[in-house]
């Protein structure tokens, strides 16, 4: 193992909740994207303010043809539990999520179009879109999240 992937299986990792209307098209597209592109650097999770309660064949379809898994993806409604273990929660819906939920200062808001019933071709535009976002989140926690610190001994 490099110097380099030996620091980064050592990098702490954040929790990070990805939102949008119905968690069936980009948020789990960048929920699945952070598994493949970012696992070094963050536990990624989505969901939605107005679940759809699926994730539409496109979007499937999409990540499939770029390489991203959708195994274990699904549309659910955001929870008190998953926003509270949430160290930072990527906000696409557009929606002012700070008036629904405390802690307004774990929100990074993201413009991104919801592709939802448009054609493959701005499925593909959104999915590339919010790839290069989150890999501009990995590359940012990358400098800033610290290693872990060795474990200390239970013995005293």
Do not use: H
């Not at 110097?3 to 699945?32: D, H, T, Y």
């Not at 939920?101 to 592709?115: G, L, Q, R």
């Not at 535009?125 to 200390?152: H, Y």
Request: charged share 30%.
């Amino acid at each position: 193992m490099t110097e380099e992937k030996s620091k980064q299986a050592e990098r702490k990792k954040i929790k990070a909740l990805f939102v949008c209307v119905g968690n069936a098209c980009r948020s789990p597209m960048a929920e699945s994207i952070a598994r493949s592109i970012a696992a070094d650097v963050i536990i990624p999770s989505s969901a939605g303010v107005y679940p759809l309660g699926e994730v539409p064949a496109l979007t499937r379809q999409t990540l499939v043809k770029n390489g991203y898994p959708i195994e274990g993806l699904e549309s659910k409604s955001i929870l008190r539990e998953d926003w509270q273990a949430a160290e930072l929660v990527i906000n696409m819906s557009g929606m002012d999520l700070e008036r629904v939920f405390a802690d307004a200062s774990k929100v990074e808001d993201w413009d991104v179009a919801d592709p939802y019933g448009a054609d493959p071709a701005l499925y593909q535009r959104i999915m590339t879109e919010i790839e290069g976002r989150v890999r501009g989140l990995a590359e940012r926690l990358r400098r800033k999240l610290p290693e872990k610190s060795p474990e200390k001994s239970e013995r005293s």
